[in-house]
């Protein structure tokens, strides 16, 4: 109903275009995603040579895209799981926003290890994994806890994401 009188729409009209709540909040996300991933592969095409500082350069792709996660009310709505166990679309998003991200950390990785500045024998899936557990972790962190300050998460996921670095360089 909001969303129709901020449109100056009526309810009707808006459920012609979006089925559900779900929806329009769908076609909110997607365009802001999409672009994220976008920036993502102009780092992977020419990263940082470091590659703690290669996979923070995603991260802040998404810090930047959202404003610094400035709306963690929204943020937690549209990321912890439904209560009913039945994936909504929303739940869908979060899966394919997780396995696009995560494959964008393998991506990068790969490319640096390429470049030689990533140790030639190291499993930059595992590294992947582990670099978007800690990733995601943080940002849970963020999402669920009012009281925590987002520039101590932030400085802790760098802190994090560089000693995690230190033992892959060659």
């Known amino acids: 109903e909001a969303v129709a009188e901020k449109a100056g729409v009526g309810v009707a009209t808006v459920y012609n275009y979006f089925r559900t ?5 769908y076609e909110l996300m997607t365009p802001d995603l999409k672009r994220i991933w976008a920036l993502n592969e102009q780092v992977i095409a020419d ?3 470091d590659p703690a500082e290669a996979v923070l350069a995603i991260v802040r792709n998404f810090q930047t ?5 400035r709306f963690r009310k929204l943020l937690r709505a549209l990321t ?3 209560p009913t ?11 394919w926003s997780d396995r696009q991200t995560e494959q964008q950390f393998r991506d990068l990785l790969r490319a640096l290890q390429l470049r030689g500045h990533i140790h030639r024998d190291a499993d930059v899936k595992r590294m992947a994994t582990i670099a978007f557990a800690t990733f995601n972790h ?6 669920t806890h009012e ?6 998460i932030f400085g802790e996921l760098e802190d994090l994401i560089r000693t995690l670095f230190q033992p892959w360089r060659p």
Do not use: C, H
């Open 147 to 152: 009281d925590i300050p987002a520039k101590r």
């Open 85 to 95: 166990g039945a994936p909504s679309i929303i739940q869908k998003i979060v899966d």
């Open 65 to 69: 895209a959202f404003d610094n996660w």
């Open 80 to 82: 912890l799981p439904t």
């Open 138 to 143: 943080e940002y849970m962190l963020y999402v």
């Open 47 to 49: 990263p940082p040579g």
């Open 21 to 25: 709540k779900d929806w329009i909040v």
